[in-house]
């Protein structure tokens, strides 16, 4: 069968295509993805993924929206505030690549540095670190001015050039390479409608915006000398958000159905972007309350501004460090995100469990959901309570690796994770050192600056007040198949990722699927380039060698493939199996977009149909010991 002929309409999209085109290049417009985000997810109040801004404003507009600031505020100078920005950025990438949270604090919002946080002790937590080095400003613009509800918004895009890989302990590259690439990125800073603008740079240019000394923020992100909370953008402009222009661009386009053109020859007329209806069927709403009622209200006559996702990171955070701790039977991995208690709590569990002889079985888990149940006010403290939804693994095994309670098998488990803020009293009561008595910063490692102490929470802000409680595993029954037997039942089918678990108990199922997702997304690039090359590294010889061919076979008859709209809606092993030569997983593929073959000359369809469909597809990959995932064949998904 000819590669991906199976690919047949299955509904119409009831629109035209145009006579000529391609998939958009991956860096048709000569810039590289920015930096990898020194920032968690951006997620609205319902727990959702949140639309990027609509970028620039039209030059019109930004013109009148700055002079009506300037109105109210005369001392706004858009191209200061935009290499103020540009600082801003240098600073916290800095840090970023440092894996030291307390300098970028006085740049960022509260909610923004605290996924900043949570995204470096993730990174700390799996021994990496991710290296920016050689970084430049290349230009720095105010691109959009808005004003409403009682704020100031302006958003400045940034064009800066540098590396952007990963490494390990050792330094030993992991991710990425040490060229060179140019990024962009749109820095949105906000600040209360009733400020103004300082004339010593206020908080982007180093100094407290409410009293106007050198900026120094304590563990709790207070000025050192007045006390204000210097980053509420209540004062002076903040960084409340940061975005990705190229991932911002492809995210809009795919939600207004804007279909790039790229134009094959000088003759080709037809429009670089065309806005398209998809039809595709909108979800109905679900069912319940259209209001969810606030679980932290308690806090709120404390901290008003208080993001909910400021708690769900940290969570997430203290949740993996957690579940790592027990990974490594050492709660030194716990200890920067978790109070003194509940340090001492997990020693103690530790140590019964080695004076039987056995240790935990857990991996990195894969954290689907977080949700806020609950807060309360303390007089000293604030307190969340967060539903923590996971795959995990969770098993206690003997010298000889025998589970004595649970499996070793991946299950879904929800579990309440307990945190707890400081409320700060006064002035003078700020986090110190046990040790030596100084006062502590935020860190990602939990030692104290001046004495090197191990420092449990690390001067942090939301830190694990409890051990968290997953449901209880059953012990491993002696004979499965027998006791199904005796009550009539069928034993429970082995699941795919069962043979792969047994050969390497490291191994992560969410990875091999997003492994899948960015092979697919490879060849298809491939595919839509008529070039095999784009797809080493993803595909093993013989898949390249086919690829080859079938371009060799296009090329010959004058024609080409043409992609459109090419989308994975979900992936999901169907088999494995390992063998002497190392892995072999199948992961079945559901996807959508246009698929088609068409005349070079006159751009005519000669084969399959320009309509937008959905197809699944059985993608196998090999993975030799020591060596990455490839694809190695692809066929049309076995009829059910």
């Known amino acids: ?142 691109v959009a001015v808005e004003q409403d509800g009682g704020r100031d918004r302006v958003t400045v895009r ?99 159905g804007v279909r790039t053109h790229v134009r094959i020859d000088p003759d080709d007329l037809s429009p670089r972007d065309e806005v398209v209806s998809l039809d595709l069927p909108v979800p109905a709403p679900a069912a319940g309350p259209a209001t969810q009622p606030d679980a932290l209200a308690p806090l709120r006559a404390r901290h008003p501004d208080l993001d909910p996702t400021e708690v769900t990171a940290a969570a997430r955070t203290a949740f993996v460090a957690w579940r790592a701790a027990w990974a490594g039977m050492d709660s030194a991995r716990l200890r920067p995100v978790a109070t003194a208690a509940t340090v001492a709590a997990l020693d103690g569990e530790l140590a019964a469990l080695r004076s039987r002889g056995l240790r935990r079985l857990a991996d990195d888990p894969l954290v689907e959901g977080c949700s806020v149940t609950a807060g309360s006010a303390e007089a000293d403290a604030d307190l969340a309570t967060v539903a923590v939804t996971a795959t995990v693994l969770d098993a206690d095994v003997d010298a000889d690796g025998t589970a004595v309670r649970g499996d070793a098998v991946p299950r879904r488990r929800t579990c309440a994770v307990v945190l707890r803020r400081r409320f700060s009293a006064g002035p003078s009561d700020v986090p110190r050192c046990p040790r030596c008595g100084a006062p502590l910063r935020a860190s990602v490692d939990g030692v104290c600056d001046f004495c090197r102490a191990a420092v449990a929470g690390g001067g942090g802000d939301w830190l694990l007040d409890s051990l968290p409680e997953l449901a209880e595993t059953q012990p491993v029954p002696a004979a499965p198949a027998a006791a199904a037997a005796s009550t009539g039942a069928a034993p429970a089918a082995p699941s795919p990722f069962d043979a792969l678990r047994a050969a390497d108990p490291t191994i992560n199922q969410a990875e091999l699927l997003a492994r899948a997702r960015e092979c697919f997304y490879a060849v298809e690039a491939a595919i839509a380039k008529a070039d095999a090359g784009a797809a080493a590294g993803h595909a093993t010889p013989r898949m390249l060698a086919a690829l080859r061919e079938r371009f060799d076979a296009l090329g010959a008859a004058h024609t080409h493939r043409l992609l459109a709209f090419i989308d994975v809606s979900d992936a999901a092993l169907a088999a494995a199996q390992v063998d002497a030569g190392g892995m072999q997983a199948q992961v079945r593929i559901d996807a959508s977009g246009e698929d088609c073959v068409v005349d070079d000359a006159s751009g005519a369809v000669v084969d399959g149909s320009p309509s937008q469909r959905r197809w699944s597809e059985r993608w196998t990959l090999l993975r030799a010991a020591g060596g990455d995932w490839l694809v190695d064949a692809v066929q049309a998904e076995p009829a059910s």
């Open 1 to 142: 069968m000819d590669l991906f002929a199976w690919r047949s309409p299955l509904f119409d999209s009831r629109r035209g295509r145009p006579e000529t085109g391609a998939i958009r290049p991956l860096l048709d417009d000569g810039l590289a993805p920015a930096p990898t985000a020194p920032f968690g997810d951006r997620l609205d109040a319902g727990g959702r993924p949140q639309l990027p801004g609509l970028g620039p404003q039209d030059p019109v507009v930004l013109d009148l929206a700055v002079a009506s600031l300037r109105r109210r505020d005369p001392g706004f100078d858009p191209a200061t505030l935009a290499r103020l920005a540009g600082d801003a950025m240098v600073a916290v990438e800095r840090a970023w690549s440092t894996l030291d949270p307390q300098p970028s604090r006085a740049y960022l919002s509260p909610a923004l540095w605290a996924s900043h946080r949570a995204r470096m002790e993730l990174y700390s937590l799996h021994g990496r670190r991710n290296v920016v080095d050689h970084l430049q400003v290349r230009s720095a613009a105010v």
């Open 158 to 256: 940034i064009r800066a050039s540098s590396t952007d890989y990963d490494v390990d302990g050792s330094g030993a590259v992991l991710r990425g390479d040490t060229e060179l690439h140019t990024w962009e990125e749109d820095w949105v800073l906000e600040r209360a409608s009733g400020a103004a603008t300082r004339g010593d740079g206020g908080l982007l240019g180093g100094h407290c915006p409410a009293c106007g000394a050198p900026l120094s923020l304590d563990a709790d992100g207070l000025c050192a000398y007045c006390h204000a909370a210097a980053t509420d953008a209540t004062h002076d402009w903040v960084v409340v958000d940061v975005s990705d222009v190229r991932q911002q661009a492809d995210v809009l386009r795919a939600v207004l």
